[in-house]
């Protein structure tokens, strides 16, 4: 049986446009729900890096407004707050994950690079052609590659991999 198609992007981008800030990523979340024919859970969350006071206070009003459960909110805080003290995994940038009712979409950007991954995986059919476009319009995609696995319960995934 059939249980979900995954999709993963990595794309270089030629500036840095919708790239460095969370209205951007947010922006990108929403719309690729809809391209995509997804359903948001809960609205997509992004957080702009390396993290500082003022990222855990924007983040702090967003988990507010997004009526996310008390321990959902403290998990999410204290774990920035951790990473704030002890340092950022490096690089500038701005990550955003959407969760969908068909399951989730992530996005990572490092703003020097002008570089961009993107993970989505559904239990419904995700459209390669029609997400690839989507992305590299959003984006203004320079090159990149691709990998979508159609996933199984009764036998190894089918792997479709590319260049951009």
């Known amino acids: 049986?059939?249980?979900?198609?995954?999709?993963i992007l990595d794309v270089s981008v030629t500036d840095r446009k919708n790239i460095s800030n969370?209205?951007?990523?947010?922006?990108?979340?929403?719309?690729?729900?809809?391209?995509a024919g997804m359903t948001l859970a809960v609205p997509p969350i992004s957080l702009r890096f390396p993290v500082d006071e003022a990222v855990i206070e924007n983040c702090k009003m967003s988990l507010e407004k997004n009526h996310?459960?008390?321990?959902?909110?403290?998990?999410?805080?204290?774990?920035?707050?951790?990473?704030?003290?002890?340092?950022?995994?490096?690089?500038?940038?701005v990550s955003g994950t959407a969760i969908w009712v068909e399951s989730h979409c992530a996005v990572h950007t490092w703003e020097k690079e002008k570089f961009v991954t993107i993970d989505m995986f559904s239990c419904k059919n995700l459209d390669l052609k029609k997400m690839i476009d989507?992305?590299?319009?959003?984006?203004?995609?320079?090159?990149?590659?691709?990998?979508?696995l159609e996933?199984?319960?009764?036998?190894?995934?089918?792997?479709?991999?590319?260049?951009?």
Request: glycine share 10%; hydrophobic share 35%.
């Open 1 to 7: 049986m059939k249980t979900g198609e995954h999709i």
């Open 22 to 35: 969370e209205a951007d990523i947010d922006k990108f979340l929403y719309e690729v729900t809809k391209v």
């Open 68 to 93: 996310l459960r008390e321990f959902e909110k403290q998990v999410v805080l204290t774990t920035l707050s951790e990473r704030a003290k002890t340092g950022n995994l490096g690089g500038f940038g």
């Open 134 to 148: 989507y992305v590299t319009d959003f984006f203004s995609v320079k090159d990149g590659r691709y990998i979508k």
């Open 151 to 164: 996933r199984f319960t009764d036998n190894e995934p089918k792997i479709i991999q590319g260049a951009l």
